[in-house]
């Protein structure tokens, strides 16, 4: 394995970085997360060795870093309060979706951070509950188990929605 | 661990419906990313640099301590009590000048300084040039018009006119 080039950091970026950003705003605003997700692609730069799953790499190397910004976000929260009024969505609207993505929004903000942190990597990275415990470092078993509680939650949030 | 196995097709409809929303696209600058990352990845360590930058500083202490080092000296002068005097040598000139002037000459002239301080110019010795024989005494005004009688001489005019002249032409 040898040090990273461009063109394979250009085709990553191109793969993961709607996703990283997603993944990094659970923590942080839109403009930390995706200063979080450049940092990591320049980081990624900068080692000797290509890591043996480049994604898995990314993914963790973003909540590291997201968790390492939020603590300065923690600081000066005034700042953010007034800011967070003016955040886009995390989802893109499109004509032809199966659910709204306002709603799948909201219900996702409002799991708990153990279990919307599950469900992005899982739905959104693409990625097997063994990759999810690896980033987390929770066992298999627990990440399944926060899973299939959070969709639970959503779909029960989402049924509570259509009947109003 | 089968992923799948566990969701009831409820579930895997709305995680279906879910993994179909697109996530909002990232304002990110990927040129200005790749350039940092360029430049990033240039700079991968400090360990050459720091170890020239030790080298060369231990380069330069050597050579410093290596040159010589000037310090000063205070001497008393013993005829002005309470008056220090400074002298700023270093230590190659210093012994220069002791190899160079014989130690014995210094006091004398010590010596003889202290006197011509103490009583002005007539503490000086006479310097005897000419040995007092009648040959070669100096030669005075007296003398030279040719006036052996060591009498002083009296004013003649026309000697003075005549040596007046003699010393115009010359």
Same mark, same amino acid.
């Given at each position: 394995m040898g040090s990273i080039g461009p063109q394979k950091l250009a085709t990553w970026f191109d793969a993961y970085a709607a996703q990283l950003v997603l993944y990094a705003r659970q923590w942080l605003d839109v403009g930390l997360a995706e200063?979080?997700?450049?940092?990591?692609?320049?980081?990624?730069?900068?080692?000797?060795?290509?890591?043996?799953?480049?994604?898995?790499?990314?993914?963790?190397?973003? !909540?590291?870093?997201?968790?390492?910004?939020?603590?300065? !976000?923690?600081?000066?929260?005034?700042?953010?309060?007034?800011r967070a009024a003016n955040q886009p969505n995390w989802f893109e609207p499109r004509p032809d979706e199966l659910v709204d993505s306002a709603m799948a929004q909201s219900a996702l903000e409002s799991l708990p951070a153990e279990q919307q942190e599950v469900v992005i990597l899982r739905l959104w990275a693409g990625m097997t509950f063994q990759e999810i415990s690896d980033i987390v470092g929770r066992s298999v078993s627990t990440v399944a188990d926060r899973y299939h509680s959070a969709l639970a939650a959503i779909r029960r949030m989402m049924e509570k929605c259509h009947e109003r | 661990m089968n992923d799948k196995n566990q969701l009831?097709?409820?579930?895997?409809?709305?995680?279906?419906?879910l993994s179909g929303l697109q996530p909002m696209g990232t304002s990110i600058d990927r040129d200005r990313l790749m350039f940092?990352?360029?430049? *990033?990845? $240039?700079? #991968?360590?400090? %360990?050459?640099?720091?170890?020239?930058?030790? %080298?060369?500083?231990? %380069? $330069?202490?050597s050579l410093a301590m290596q040159l010589p080092s000037g310090h000063i000296q205070y001497a008393k002068h013993p005829g002005l009590e309470?008056?220090?005097?400074?002298?700023?040598?270093?230590?190659?000139?210093?012994?220069? #000048?002791?190899?160079?002037?014989?130690?014995?000459? *210094?006091p004398n002239y010590l010596d003889l300084r202290d006197k011509v301080l103490a009583r002005g110019l007539d503490a000086?010795?006479?310097?005897? *040039?000419?040995?007092? @024989?009648?040959?070669?005494?100096?030669? @005075?005004?007296? *003398?030279?018009?040719?006036?052996?009688?060591?009498?002083?001489? #009296?004013?003649?005019?026309?000697?003075?006119?005549?040596? %007046?002249?003699?010393?115009?032409?010359?």
């Open positions: 200063d979080a997700v450049q940092d990591v692609f320049v980081r990624m730069a900068a080692i000797r060795s290509e890591p043996a799953n480049a994604k898995a790499w990314l993914f963790r190397s973003v !909540r590291n870093e997201a968790i390492s910004k939020i603590r300065s !976000r923690w600081r000066r929260q005034n700042h953010e309060a007034k | 009831s097709p409820a579930q895997r409809e709305l995680e279906q419906a940092l990352a360029g430049r *990033r990845s $240039v700079r #991968r360590g400090y %360990f050459w640099p720091g170890l020239t930058t030790v %080298f060369a500083a231990a %380069f $330069v202490v309470g008056k220090p005097i400074t002298l700023t040598v270093s230590e190659s000139i210093a012994g220069d #000048r002791e190899t160079r002037s014989p130690s014995s000459s *210094r000086l010795p006479t310097i005897n *040039r000419f040995p007092e @024989t009648a040959e070669n005494s100096p030669m @005075t005004l007296q *003398r030279l018009l040719g006036d052996t009688s060591n009498q002083p001489m #009296r004013s003649n005019p026309w000697k003075i006119e005549y040596l %007046f002249r003699w010393g115009a032409k010359s």
